[in-house]
């Protein structure tokens, strides 16, 4: 069974970045589409945006475009999730989890299969 595991996490100013790490083990993810997820204190999960590791094209939602990047590292089997320009409404826990590949690059969390426990992200001055 796919597991997930994200680092990264942290106390950020206004206007700084970060860079989030979503690790798979207990099997490969390259026939996954890994995705993004945040929640707000308060507020329903949203989707950020995610990577196909099987086909390497990303899809974001509207509002994460331009600040926020998603990559790959295949010989590490990590997902990247950087962060630019933040603001104190980017914070959030960010989870990042998988789903086959056949899916396509959807951020409807029904078809998402395996989670990691999330990252906190707080941006504070």
């Known amino acids: 069974q796919l597991q997930l595991v994200e680092s990264g996490g942290g106390l950020v100013q206004p206007g700084g970045s970060l860079r989030l790490s979503c690790a798979a083990s207990g099997g490969t993810s390259t026939y996954y589409v890994i995705g993004w997820f945040r929640q707000a204190p308060g507020k329903e999960r949203e989707g950020v945006g995610c990577?196909?590791?099987?086909?390497?094209?990303?899809t974001y939602t509207d509002a994460m475009k331009g600040r926020f990047t998603i990559s790959r590292d295949k010989a590490k089997d990590t997902v990247y999730l950087e962060m630019h320009s933040l603001k104190p409404e980017d914070t959030a826990v960010y989870s990042c989890?998988?789903?086959?590949?056949?899916?396509?690059?959807?951020?409807?969390?029904?078809?998402?299969?395996?989670w990691g426990q999330g990252t906190q992200v707080t941006v504070s001055a």
């Open positions: 989890a998988a789903a086959p590949w056949w899916v396509g690059n959807k951020l409807e969390e029904n078809e998402y299969l395996y």
């Open positions: 990577i196909s590791n099987y086909f390497g094209n990303t």
